[in-house]
């Protein structure tokens, strides 16, 4: 399997971070780097990586199913993460949640049909001194309101 | 692309760390050098490693990443001769509830934690060093991997670093999405390309860290600290602050107040007056009700208990602890049960089930809560839950058990009166089912 | 040695070497302190907080499980705030935990159930919805019920450090932390089943026993493995005669908790349906049921026929039949029956070995050396498949005591993993290759070298001369096949040597017919075969008369004349000895009516002949041998308790001619072992492919 030529750059440097026999220590990162390349973690791409760092592929499996950012479950082309921890919540950020499920017509854990907009309620994200914070992918929103989040909605919407 | 973030600044910060904060290109090693940057590692070439190390320890710099240990006395327990490799690891995992001050650091000024980093390798003698960041400030290793190609090009990172043998190599290291990957054991082994797990210590990290070689491992605001405690010396850093306590930290102020926000403050600054005068005051003009000092694991202060020095004695001696600098501010609206059970929530899904009291300790914890605020619990079951914290506190394997249950505990014992109101209010019926899916 | 350390735990002070941990310094001063994750062997965890202790000036309680003691530490175990934290535990424990014990395979013998009784708490406080997910099976023999798992990785270590296997890992976090095969719904492992009887509560089940029996409705039994030439002590439990299950859990033996999939699992072909019960003789239409009697009085006859034409009969005998059978068999036809052509599959040149290292003290590595040894060199062989007790071992040093480990083999095999140095060779030519290993064996201490097959006659002679040019000690072990194959050489069960491996002169005889030639032989009048299957490959150039005393209607069975049912290993009294030369003691647990041991067969038939023999039960041929088999001089009591003895010293052995070509493993895997083998539904079941987690 190959990958683009800007991840696969970006492998090399990752695994050329460490000292040679050390390959490994690039899984965690070059699994997260492929997932955003490919959309989800496939038994193709966990096989590939798998083999490139010389790591038995369940191995693989259990480092994927620890990290939340990982997943082998397709998600939208904008993932929304709505922060609902504590500095967010106290400035709004379930009320928030509520709002883009029912503008979304999804759950958390979800796609819309159309594949555009998937759903995350997420941990604290570092942004508590600009909350209620979201990330879309992994370009942040601070101070959110329910109307600012239609907008950005309706313009991921029709983005291209 | 995500904004430039950046509060107006408070007439009564104290403009160390983050006094190139809002200067134009505060990212370009031009500005850097500009101020004064590097300045400090030129003058660390000249000093001997235990002079460096003792500059430190004069400096009464203490961890800024939760624990508070003296950086000082960390890095003397590096082996001075070790047929070894040694390991310099930034802590960016970032991931306390109320804390995003690395944030800022490493956006406005990364290479104050290049030089803080290459300060650390020439007092111990490392020859390689890594950014741990947590998987979420995917902008920042873009902003970081900039600054240190500018760095190679000027020669300060490399293998002779400014002609003088000196070689020191730097790289970024994203995480995925995981909590208990800033506690340092869990983080090395995520480093490592593992389940973030912690080990077993002994052996700490100054001896067998990363690859079991010995490492120094400090958050990004304690590095980030270590050029200005060179250029001006560690006396000059300590006075900043209270005895024990040196030099200033960025505080995180958030919640219910008019100007959120991080500000660098000395330590011992006063908690009230960093709500009132620093941060705008209590939003709407409402009353203050209760404080968690230091990020979602400190134990909660009620107001009456607010007024006082925030440094890392005085906040402990208050019953809660300084943390990571994360002041989460509450107003008289705010209600504590659904903060515990969002606490809760948090902890039980970020406990990674290494060690049974924690794993099962914070499930129970968040579904005991969960109950209580839908007012289907029984009047005991609170003394459960002070228990259930009892059970988990000093027991777990690593800190993040603790981190549950204190501030749990606190919440509890401390607004009693409002969990038992939810208690007395009709029942509902069935719990609602999602409430109790555990994800 | 190392130096003694003091210190006081609950009042006694105790004197333990540095770096002992306390939970192990308690256990020496009879204090028990509870644990589930901690394992006496494998790597630390600290994961179940079940060892809390006070230490004396440290403010937390410290897990006693990690925790090295130090000169002047003060523990205690059973203060309030201890007894307390246990309880904490077991209640946090148990929060997820389905009690289903009335209806759990582990119930009655859980680690959990125990200490819940012991230490725990007796009312539930937890009243929120259990966590709960689908039981899996994962292979034939392995099924895992997540929610009962305790996640004290027991499992996941034993496979990884103890086998090499790596097959269990940990998947998802926290409360959804689960253990998960290597394959993502199935397993590819050794099968062996450690994980299931490692397992502290009822997570992990087998797939043989599960729901069959409770552990109390058993009597237990202690016997030896009948598989492969390790030796593995097992613990079957036994109901109304049938074995129901295998272990080793008390750690008794060699083989600590190990056994294989065989030893494990195996035993199922002892109550195979097609077990012979009754005698069969031949007729013209075939075989007919015939009685004991009938059929006695018939073998002796023509063995009286034989015996009158000058000993015109040959035995071919077992590596499955214990010391004190084989010993009979060849003494009634040696002496009884004046015969010399007897012999059975040789799979590995011992006897050169004693030739060549012949009046030296401890040539002869023992299975405990292999733990000890500071280095090993592995010749020719694929121990984890044929050896998996002495491949377990080898692990265990190398993690213990970082033996140096060499493999000088054909192809990939699993101790490449831990060694420090693999060669690659054609079989045969392995001595050729040693040399490029000189300077690091010379550097070390002591060797123990390990060959196979192919390394026989001269080439055992050259093996010792090159290892003796080392000059560091160095001790060997012949890599053979069966349970008992050692023994058969001992005894004398070959055509070249007497019992004790004296020459044949003493009892004035020729070197009689080795198997091979019996089965082509035009002199033969009678062959008898006693649990060998030679005509499963070949077949009789001339048709003598055949006796097989078999479990089963083998190949060779079906030609017989008269076929007499045999009992198995597991079903008598006796001897084994082990590869390594340690003498044990077999127990009989299961009972299959109508067949009998091959001792008891061979001595009704001796009594029909008349011949007078001596003693023919298995207590006091033991006696015999012990006075008058060379090596077998040894502790009987202790063999008699259960021990494994070692057997030695050997004699001089005299220059004895090695029928080279005649020696040849039959190189089974995990997964095979003759005929047994072929009828136990467990080792046919597993798909696995032998092998093939290492040789990619
Ligand atoms: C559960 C847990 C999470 C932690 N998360 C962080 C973190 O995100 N960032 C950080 O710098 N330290 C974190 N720490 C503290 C680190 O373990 C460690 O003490 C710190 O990085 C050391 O650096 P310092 O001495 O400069 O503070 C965490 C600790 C625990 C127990
Ligand atoms: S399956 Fe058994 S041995 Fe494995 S972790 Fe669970 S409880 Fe422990
Ligand atoms: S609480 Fe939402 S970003 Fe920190």
Redesign the interface.
């Given at each position: 399997m190959r990958f683009s030529e800007q991840l696969e750059a970006k492998f090399n440097q990752l695994i050329s971070a460490f000292p040679p026999g050390r390959e490994r220590a690039a899984l965690v990162p070059m699994l997260l780097y492929a997932q955003d390349e490919v959309g989800h973690l496939t038994p193709e791409v966990i096989q590939e990586i798998a083999g490139r760092l010389r790591v038995p592929v369940h191995e693989v499996d259990e480092v994927v199913s620890y990290y939340s950012m990982l997943t082998r479950k397709p998600r939208g082309r904008y993932h929304i993460q709505i922060c609902t921890n504590i500095s967010c919540m106290l400035l709004g950020a379930e009320q928030l949640l509520e709002h883009a499920k029912q503008r979304l017509g999804i759950d958390c854990g979800e796609v819309t049909p159309d594949g555009r907009f998937s759903l995350e309620e997420v941990e604290c994200i570092g942004a508590c001194c600009w909350g209620p914070a979201i990330q879309v992918n992994y370009d942040y929103h601070h101070w959110m309101t329910p109307e600012k989040l239609d907008r950005l909605l309706e313009e991921l919407r029709k983005a291209q | 692309?995500?904004?430039r973030?950046y509060?107006e600044p408070s007439p009564l910060e104290v403009k160390i760390l983050t006094r190139r904060f809002g200067l134009p290109n505060s990212q370009s090693i031009d500005t850097y050098l500009a101020t004064g940057g590097y300045e400090a590692f030129r003058k660390a070439l000249e000093m001997t490693p235990e002079e460096i190390i003792e500059e430190v320890k004069a400096s009464n710099l203490r961890g800024r990443g939760g624990a508070g240990f003296p950086t000082g006395m960390k890095w003397g327990f590096v082996p001075r001769e070790s047929p070894l490799?040694k390991y310099v690891v930034v802590n960016a995992d970032?991931?306390?509830?109320?804390?995003?001050k690395?944030?800022l650091l490493m956006e406005h000024d990364p290479h104050q934690l290049l030089e803080g980093m290459l300060i650390a390798a020439r007092a111990v003698g490392a020859e390689?060093g890594?950014i741990y960041i947590?998987?979420?400030?995917?902008?920042l290793i873009e902003i970081l991997d900039r600054a240190i190609g500018e760095a190679y090009e000027r020669g300060f990172l490399g293998d002779n670093i400014l002609g003088t043998g000196m070689r020191f190599?730097v790289?970024t290291?994203?995480?995925?999405?995981?909590?208990e990957c800033g506690e340092e054991s869990a983080l090395l082994e995520?480093?490592?390309?593992?389940?973030?797990v912690p080990r077993?210590r002994p052996p700490f990290p100054a001896t067998a860290g990363l690859?079991q070689c010995p490492t120094v491992l400090n958050n990004v605001e304690t590095f980030c600290a270590i050029p200005a405690i060179i250029r001006d010396g560690g006396k000059a850093f300590a006075a900043l602050g209270t005895p024990r306590n040196g030099g200033t930290r960025l505080f995180?102020?958030?919640?219910?107040v008019n100007r959120?926000?991080?500000y660098e403050l000395p330590m011992g600054f006063n908690l009230l007056r960093m709500i009132h005068e620093v941060a705008g005051g209590v939003r709407d003009g409402r009353k203050l009700k209760a404080v968690?000092p230091g990020g979602?694991s400190c134990p909660v202060l009620k107001a009456e208990e607010c007024d006082l020095p925030m440094d890392f004695d005085s906040v402990a001696q208050a019953g809660s602890m300084l943390g990571s600098g994360?002041v989460?501010v509450?107003d008289e609206t705010?209600d504590m049960v659904?903060?515990a059970v969002?606490?809760a929530k948090?902890y039980?899904?970020?406990?990674?089930?290494?060690?049974?009291?924690c794993?099962?300790?914070?499930?129970?914890l968040r579904?005991?809560l969960t109950?209580i605020d839908q007012g289907i619990a029984k009047p005991s079951e609170l003394d459960?839950v002070v228990e259930i914290c009892n059970?988990m506190l000093?027991?777990?394997?690593c800190p993040l058990g603790d981190a549950a249950a204190m501030p749990i505990r606190s919440f509890v014992m401390k607004f009693r009166e409002e969990f038992e109101a939810r208690l007395r209010r009709p029942m509902v019926a069935v719990p609602d089912p999602d409430s109790?899916v555990?994800? | 040695m190392s130096k003694l350390v003091t210190l006081t735990i609950d009042g006694k002070q105790i004197q333990v070497p540095a770096g002992t941990l306390v939970i192990n310094a308690a256990k020496q001063a009879g204090i028990e302190i509870p644990s589930f994750c901690y394992y006496d062997g494998l790597s630390l965890q600290g994961a179940c907080r079940m060892c809390l202790v006070e230490v004396e000036r440290v403010p937390k309680l410290m897990t006693a499980c990690t925790l090295p003691v130090a000169e002047g530490m003060v523990v205690r175990t059973n203060t309030p705030q201890v007894i307390e934290a246990r309880k904490a535990m077991l209640e946090f424990l148990l929060t997820n935990h389905p009690l289903d014990c009335p209806v759990c395979d582990k119930g009655g013998e859980c680690e959990l159930q125990d200490m819940a009784f012991r230490y725990g708490a007796g009312e539930g406080r937890f009243v929120e919805f259990k966590y709960h997910v689908p039981e899996k099976q994962w292979s034939p023999v392995v099924y895992y019920d997540a929610p009962r798992c305790i996640l004290c990785y027991r499992c996941v270590r034993i496979c990884d450090e103890g086998l090499g296997v790596n097959a269990l890992g940990v998947v998802n976090r926290g409360v959804r932390s689960e253990i998960a095969p290597n394959r993502g719904d199935h397993l590819e492992c050794d099968e062996c089943g450690m994980c299931i009887d490692i397992c502290p509560v009822g997570a992990l089940t087998s797939g043989t026993y599960r729901y069959q029996t409770r552990p109390w409705e058993m009597s237990h039994v202690g016997t030896i493995c009948t598989f492969c030439a390790d030796g593995c002590k097992t613990t079957l439990g036994v109901r109304n005669g049938i074995i129901i299950r295998a272990n080793n859990r008390d750690r008794s033996g060699i083989n600590d908790e190990f056994l294989c999939i065989k030893g494990r699992f195996a035993f199922d072909f002892v109550h195979h349906p097609e077990r012979l019960t009754r005698p069969l003789i031949r007729t013209l239409s075939g075989f007919r049921e015939a009685s004991w009697a009938e059929a006695i009085e018939l073998v002796a006859e023509r063995f009286e026929q034989a015996r009158q034409q000058g000993g015109r009969i040959g035995l071919i005998g077992s590596t499955r039949t214990t010391n004190e059978e084989n010993y009979f068999l060849q003494k009634l036809l040696r002496q009884g029956l004046g015969s010399n052509h007897i012999d059975h599959r040789q799979s590995g040149d011992l006897v050169s070995l004693l030739m060549a290292t012949r009046g030296r003290e401890g040539a002869l590595a023992t299975t405990a050396d292999l733990y000890h040894a500071s280095g090993i060199l592995i010749l020719g062989a694929d121990l984890s498949q044929q050896h998996p007790l002495l491949a377990f071992q080898i692990r265990a040093n190398y993690r213990h005591h970082r033996a140096r480990v060499y493999v000088v083999t054909r192809g990939p095999v699993r101790e490449d993993q831990i060694a420090a140095r693999s060669l690659r060779v054609a079989p045969g030519q392995e001595l050729e290759a040693l040399e490029s290993l000189r300077t690091e064996l010379q550097g070390l201490p002591d060797l123990v070298v390990l060959y196979g097959d192919s390394i026989k006659g001269s080439a055992v002679a050259r093996l010792v001369q090159w290892c003796d040019s080392l000059a560091i000690a160095v001790r060997y072990v012949c890599l053979l096949d069966d349970a008992n194959s050692r023994g058969a050489l001992d005894m004398g069960l070959v055509p070249d040597w007497l019992p004790g491996y004296r020459s044949l002169d003493q009892m004035n005889l020729q070197p009689g017919l080795c198997w091979e030639e019996m089965l082509e032989s035009e002199e033969l009048e009678v062959l008898w075969v006693v649990g060998a299957n030679p005509l499963r490959r070949r077949h009789l150039k001339r048709r003598p008369w055949l006796v097989v005393q078999e479990l089963f209607l083998t190949e060779t069975a079906q030609q017989a004349d008269v076929v007499l049912p045999a009992a198995s290993a597991y079903e008598k009294r006796g001897t084994f000895t082990s590869v390594c030369g340690e003498l044990q003691q077999l127990q009989p647990a299961a009972q299959v009516p109508g067949a009998k041991t091959d001792l008891e067969i061979a001595s009704l038939i001796a009594l029909q002949l008349g011949l007078e023999l001596g003693p023919a039960d298995p207590d006091e041929l033991l006696g015999e041998i012990h006075r008058t088999v060379d090596g077998y001089n040894v502790d009987l009591p202790l063999v008699a308790a259960g021990a494994a003895v070692p057997t030695g010293p050997y004699p001089d052995v005299a220059a004895v001619a090695v029928r080279v070509d005649k020696i040849r493993s039959r190189e089974d895997t995990l997964f095979t072992a003759g005929s047994l083998g072929q009828r136990s539904q467990v080792l046919t079941s597993v798909r696995e492919a032998p092998g093939s987690l290492y040789r990619g």
């Open positions: - | 692309m995500s904004p973030l509060n490799p970032e991931g306390e509830p109320g804390t995003c690395d944030r390689r890594y947590r998987g979420e400030y995917r902008y190599h790289y290291h994203s995480g995925a999405g995981s909590y995520s480093l490592e390309g593992k389940r973030g077993i690859f995180c102020i958030s919640g219910h959120p926000g991080v968690i979602s994360g989460v509450m705010t659904r903060v969002r606490i948090f039980q899904h970020e406990s990674c089930g290494w060690c049974v009291p794993r099962e300790g914070t499930t129970w579904h005991l109950r459960l059970n000093g027991r777990t394997f109790l555990v994800s | -």
